[in-house]
């Protein structure tokens, strides 16, 4: 077996070992077909079952009928920023957010350049340190979006806000099918693969049958949604590879035991981090001191100084510990423990806290 270190990189993230070995094999050779993955027809009646299998198995996964469609798009979660608002805006009706950092404040930009948009609860006032505990739902708006998970910040929502008849979206590039929730209560869902599904290149976009076809006739056809619904996804050439791990992905969380024992993992690789932060609290510092708000799937916490920050990551590293270092704009250590992140990987981080504090 390859060396294989622990990944706390935010993105791209850890896959099962499982799920490489497939993928490997079949980059080689796919089905006995003498022909790769990265080779094969998206027409071919091999992949139209991949990408079939993968969006029945997203579906099952989610608890969602038939009336929500899985699209594999590309361009990530970024030209979804856009392609929301230009197919989900109502004549009149204004545009609703919750700015809860970053990617939150990139979706705004993106919706303001197409109609009236609100920011109706934020987190600003305490840099996106923690979830807005009240949010306000406008009957009047054409749909409320959130970001379900902060990667820079280490903030996650934990409860799903009620928004009646308001459709809820949601970008949940950072923690999709990371636990278990009513997953019918969203409109739309959107998410780069690469941090918690799969590898990048293929975006993964859920949306619920009654949104489809609000986009105006005046939409690129390449930027409907109606128009990849309509071919399956397969409107121009997908991104096969991606959409292959992806699928493979999907059938690993299912041999967990889906999303009830992902849930338990992650929850307890979040508890073993967290405990030991709060146990060495003289050391290290949480960045999200409201622990409700707190991530599962990326964990961010300081050092006394900068320079021990620096420090820590460095002898992190000799020990097969890589991606400790905090998001360029706000320093720092960010742990990302996604859903491939064993958790072996984070009882070997918290030997080594204790062993890096004793040594400071």
Known sequence: MAK?????????????????????????????LGLSILEISHRAKEFDQVIKEAQRDLKELMGLGDDYYVLFLQGGASLQFHMVPLNLRVAGKPLDYVNTGAWSKKAIKEAKLLGETRVVASSDDQNFSYIPSKIPVNPDASYLHI?????????????????????????????????????????????????????????????????????????????????????????????????????QVLKWIQEQGGLAAVEATNRKKAGLLYDALESMSDFYRPTVADKASRSWMNVT?????????????????????VGLKGHRDVGGIRASIYNAFPVEGVEKLVVFMKQFREKA
């Open 301 to 321: 916490f300081r050092l006394p100084s900068e320079d021990l920050e620096k420090e820590f990551v460095k002898s992190a590293l000799e020990q097969d510990m």
């Open 147 to 247: 970001t379900s998970n902060n990667t820079i910040f280490g903030t996650q929502f934990h409860t799903i806000p009620d928004t009646g008849d308001v459709p809820l979206i949601a970008d949940m590039s950072s923690d999709m099918l990371c636990k278990q929730m009513d997953f019918n209560r969203f409109g739309l869902i959107y998410a780069g693969a690469q941090k918690n599904m799969g590898p990048a290149g293929v975006t993964i976009v859920v949306i619920r049958d009654d949104l489809v076809k609000r986009a105006a006739d005046t939409t690129p056809t390449m930027l409907k949604y109606a128009t990849h619904v309509g071919k399956e996804s397969l409107f121009n050439t997908p991104p096969a590879f991606s959409v292959y791990v992806v699928g």
């Open 4 to 32: 294989r270190v622990f990944n706390f990189y935010a993105g791209p993230a850890t896959l099962p070992f499982s799920v490489i070995e497939k993928a490997s094999q079949a980059a080689f050779e796919f089905q006995g």
